[in-house]
């Protein structure tokens, strides 16, 4: 009787080892969730350099060279990603257009659960196309201007 009580605890004792395992395989354990934490940073940065640039871009007129921290459109800005060091990207493709990119670690994680409600969002190269809103009056110089890239 002993040794059926303890072959049955061996054996729930398997499979709890077993089920937990592949719970961590299926979730993707606790790597992938601080790459997915990580990930939810550099959305956050990517989002306060957005709204940044288009603070900028009303009060002057214009789309900005960089973000930058006025008067009227204040911080927080985080311009490096803080795990890696490396820059976000700024890049102007077209008068009224512009692209915010980063590197991130799952980006098919990120594209299922931000996608910043944006459908062409780039999520292999890591990029938010923005445009801006038809209420942005730009300047003149700006409307004339070629697509630049920053």
């Known amino acids: 009787m002993t040794d059926t009580r303890n072959i049955s605890a061996g054996l729930i004792a398997a499979l ?12 993707g354990g606790p790597g992938q969730a601080r790459q997915e934490y990580r990930d ?12 940044n640039i288009l603070c900028l871009a009303q009060d002057e007129g214009a789309l900005p060279d ?39 670690e799952r980006p098919d994680i ?11 969002f780039d999520s292999e190269a890591g990029c938010l196309p923005m445009r801006l809103h038809d209420e942005v009056t730009l300047g003149r110089d700006m409307l004339d201007a070629p697509a630049r890239t920053r």
């Not at 990120?110 to 062409?120: I, K, L, S, T």
């Open 40 to 51: 939810r940073i550099r959305v956050q940065n990517l989002t306060q350099l957005s709204e």
């Open 110 to 120: 990120v594209a299922r659960q931000h996608a910043f409600g944006v459908p062409d």
């Open 66 to 104: 960089a973000p930058s921290v006025t008067v009227n459109c204040p911080g927080p800005l985080t311009p490096r990603d803080p795990f890696t060091d490396a820059p976000y990207r700024y890049e102007i493709t077209g008068d009224r257009n512009f692209r915010l990119c980063a590197t991130f």
């Open 16 to 27: 709890a080892a077993v089920l937990v395992i592949a719970g961590l395989i299926l979730s």
